[in-house]
């Protein structure tokens, strides 16, 4: 029987990254780049206003009130060619180029207008004859705050510059990578292709839900359990169905199953008279590199090999096929997408005794919860073991005991494994 850590690592050991394919970029959250983004232009391409307001050089507000003559607007999205001069101002858009002639933007909130001549349809100047000639009037603001040179300007290339490396190969997409990417122009990129995955369930006590359910039945919740901790993954696991404790029936499924690169195989691992599972593998011939490990619950767990697939025989009962997901499944996916396949602990301090037997590395339920920058750890006190799924429910996490502990006192520092990274 092997120790979790030795398991981990002949597990990873057999996986190797998956080839890359090139994704819409509306499909790529949850993957993993496989390229390097490179910056093909500076961001922001250009000086931009960081507010609506009105374009100014800070020169002209040294002894504020000043009152400026607005020569026009630049909305977002247009550019006129406007050149500010001593003693002038152009109202301008969030997002919008800085003229020529002005450093900074004030705020429409600082400024007010102080002259009434406008043209009917709104422009910021209007024509008159005075005395035979064309005559222009500017609409007076008057600004009632000072501003630096530089305020509230976003200077061309200050976010990203051209030909910066901007997403790092092996980067998990997430929305935000998602949305650099498309403030780049980028449609499409490339990521680590998926693998094809198989859920199976075994038992012939195995109810779909939405069934009647017969005395000596259960529903069949291991293969939900899976396909949804898959599908957190951004995976899609083909459901099988459940095969039958019948050597012929569970051949058909398995061999059904190895046609994928990854098959997982709820219950049948034991070594009850109706776990056939490991016999059936070997006959179909998977190699078994390893079953049973040292941890509680899910001390059966195998793991096999065919070619290029790779098989994971999980406990029937519920919580051990959480666990078993969690510790040795996931890490083994998340390498094979070029995720990092480390699990994620954290320190908790427990703030109850615990007691309880040694012999193989527990995980227990707990809730936590963050007091300051303290993790609190409460143990789920009606915890029946581990087909006790509705205990997971009050919980958010498992809390690691070494085997040779047979008690931690209140205040004990305790490593944590969270359900969900």
Known sequence: MLELEEATLRILGRIRKRSAKTVALEEALGFVLAEDIVAPFDMPPFNKSA?????????????????????GEVPAGSYSKFAIKKGECVKIMTGSPIPEGADSVVMVEVTKSVSSRQSAVGSRQSAVRRGGRRVVDYEQIEVSKRVKEGENVCFRGEEIKNGALVLQKGTLIRAVEVSVAASLGKARIKVYEAPKIAVLTTGSEIVEPGRRVGYGKIYNSNAHLIRSLLSSMNLKGEYLGIARDDEKHLTLRIKAGLKYEVLIISGGVSQGDYDLVPRILKKCQVREVFHKVSIKPGKPFLFGVRGRTLVFGVPGNPVSTYLSFLV???????????????????????????????????????????????????????????A??????????????????????????????????
């Open 51 to 71: 507010m609506d307001g009105y374009a100014v050089s800070s020169t002209d507000i040294d002894s504020p009130p000043v009152r400026l003559r607005c020569t």
């Open 328 to 386: 040795l499944i996931r890490p083994a996916l998340n390498k094979m997408m070029g995720k990092d396949a480390s699990c994620s602990i954290c320190k908790g301090i427990l703030m109850s005794d615990f007691h309880g037997r040694g012999g193989r590395k527990r995980f227990l339920p707990v809730s936590t919860r963050m007091r300051g920058n303290i993790r609190e750890v409460f143990p789920v006190t009606t915890y029946h073991g581990s």
């Open 388 to 421: 006790d799924m509705a205990a997971l429910v009050r919980a958010d996490s498992f809390m690691i005991v070494e085997r040779e502990l047979l008690s931690l006192k209140k205040g004990s520092e305790v490593d944590i494994l969270a359900f969900s990274e």
